[in-house]
């Protein structure tokens, strides 16, 4: 067992590594002088994550050459609370621009359904497989025949694809089928799609349906990742609720370790998909002296507080009691210490394969 | 040389096989007591197609499940001039239904563009995968995202696919990368989208533009087969032409042998896309005494008649002089002889592979 017994307050306290968010949403990623990153970086140190990837798609626009990564580089020199890399977004044209920057960030996004961005042609994104290099990650949204397609294109190629933010039945048995024939795909479902649906808000179709949502949890083991995304920030926006950009990233460790008090899930299952798969899917680098203290059996009640979430006054279990990042203690009890932001960007790092060795 | 030459004309004629077009369009195909399948097969052998293969959907309904086919069937008790055999289409909801018919059709027609009928779900498609025998063709003219969808369901299900009617670049391309990669993919294209384009109709967006047909012509070792299909129909309603069932049958061969002459195609580019490959295809008996003599090198002008065609007035090499079926004469100069109807239905047969011989 890994958790061990705090005798004075009698709660069980277990340490787990610091977590991955892999897709993590900033507003305004590419609005010139934006403090977007730095607040999301505070929020996601806070609940646990201490490696934020950041979508490339904004509010206001996205990281789509040269110049707008450069806006977003620029934004993140304000001091980042945990590290953090860039991706770029596949436009209709910019295939070719885009090989250039791609040692500067992460990965490539191909957007189908992401707010204003969207590719729809089969000749597009193939333009993209064949400029965008071998070994480094591709990302992507799209849902229905999009799925379909772009993992045909993937399959064609012998390439590696990462499906964002599954959230339907025939999405999940696709991607479940594909794995099962051997094609390259893995995928993630945002948490808040394991616990809201659109039972509880009729009408917001970017929610699965109750049906969709039963069929997420059945097909767990096809889901390699749990991520946050722009779910809860969508909602909120539909729902027309003061929020900030930090909506969504304190309620996914504590809906989670419910979850685990509930039976429904191991601890395990949450830091294969929060820490071990994110970090090998994306070729990420272990962070060295960063871990957090998660308390697990004691039931609270969510506070309301001045920003907006779907589960203020629900009762749940878990609660992250300290982080520690780089060595450092930068967050006690829920309360954030005063800390120099000590982040970094770690979007050119990790994408190259280990080169094998000749004996 | 296939060729002999006639001395008293001193025009090239030489003899072909009996011609198949995999893709009949039949108007009335499911309206109770239509001539229409009786007339398609009169105006095929006529020009030199001694089996067609009847595409599921017609003007008023499609062959969608046993009564359907029935009444098909019930049709052709009329007497029809040529070989035929039907196929069956896809809905969102019949392949389990349609399973028990599989025995009586020559293959699945999965609809995405036609006409009324079409097929956007993957879940429903995945469905017809399951369903539908193993050894059956199954033929589809879905295209960009829905064609690369379709083909990954195929490569995941290890079936072969039949692309019909396909008129874009991008689409061509596509088929000629999966084929590439080892996909069990092939296609045809519609004779009239080689010859006739949007620059011809402007608003025609059923045909492909100038740059597709370029793409057409360029990836000729793509396309497998040449088709007839419905697009002669479409564009005849498109710009309400005085038309019947038999449009664009009899321009179909002097189109083809018109580029012949020109040094576009060769003889065997067409004997291959009309009758070898068809046949192995769709697996399809091969047609004893049956052959046609065609006149290659003489310039004609298409008149016009009372039924439309977009060449009448064009001038073209390459006209049907003979047609043999079944060992009998039944067109002569483009005359139809008076003969009986002996077109058999030819649905349940050749659709199961041949066994391998243990020596
Ligand atoms: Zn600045
Ligand atoms: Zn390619
Ligand atoms: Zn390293
Ligand atoms: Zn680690
Ligand atoms: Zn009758
Ligand atoms: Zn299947
Ligand atoms: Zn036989
Ligand atoms: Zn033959």
């Not at 004075?8 to 403090?35: E, K, W």
């Not at 594909?178 to 009408?203: A, F, I, M, R």
């Not at 722009?230 to 460790?253: C, E, N």
């Not at 820490?275 to 957090?292: A, C, Y």
């Amino acid at each position: 067992d890994v958790g061990i017994r705090d005798y004075m307050t009698s709660h069980r306290t277990i340490q787990l590594p610091g977590l991955v968010n892999i897709a993590a949403f900033v507003p305004g990623l590419v609005s010139r002088d934006s403090n977007d990153l730095q607040e999301v970086t505070k929020a996601s140190i806070a609940a646990g994550f201490s490696m934020i990837r950041v979508m490339p798609l904004g509010k206001d626009g996205s990281i789509s050459d040269a110049k707008s990564l450069k806006i977003a580089q620029h934004n993140s020199k304000r001091g980042e609370y945990c590290d953090f890399n860039f991706s770029v977004t596949a436009t209709s044209n910019n295939a070719h621009q885009i090989s250039y920057v791609a040692d500067e960030v992460g990965s490539l996004f191909i957007p189908f359904n992401h707010l204003s961005d969207n590719i729809s042609k089969v000749a597009a994104v193939e333009a993209h497989f064949e400029a965008w290099p071998a070994h480094k990650p591709i990302i992507t949204d799209a849902r229905t025949t999009d799925l379909a397609s772009i993992l045909l294109l993937a399959s064609l190629h012998n390439r590696r694809i990462h499906v964002t933010a599954v959230t339907t039945k025939a999405d999940i048995k696709l991607i479940a089928l594909g794995k099962e024939k051997g094609l390259k795909v893995t995928c993630d479902v945002s948490v808040y799609s394991l616990y809201l649906s659109q039972n509880d808000y009729p009408g917001c179709d970017f929610l699965p349906t109750l049906e969709d949502q039963a069929a997420l949890w059945k097909y767990l083991d096809t889901i390699d990742v749990f991520s946050i995304g722009s779910l809860p920030y969508q909602l909120a926006h539909f729902l027309q609720k003061p929020t900030d950009v930090s909506v969504g990233i304190a309620d996914t460790l504590p809906l989670l370790l419910t979850s685990v008090a509930e039976g429904k899930l191991t601890v395990e299952d949450i830091t294969a998909r929060l820490h071990d798969k994110p970090k090998e899917i994306f070729e990420l680098h272990d962070q060295v002296g960063t871990s957090l203290e998660v308390e697990i059996d004691r039931s609270y009640k969510v506070p309301s507080t001045e920003f907006w979430s779907p589960f203020a006054g629900a009762t749940l279990k878990g609660a992250v009691r300290r982080v520690t990042f780089q060595d450092q203690v930068v967050c006690l009890d829920g309360a954030m210490l005063s800390v120099v932001p000590r982040g970094n960007d770690m979007s050119t790092h990790g994408a190259m394969p280990a080169l094998p060795v000749v004996s």
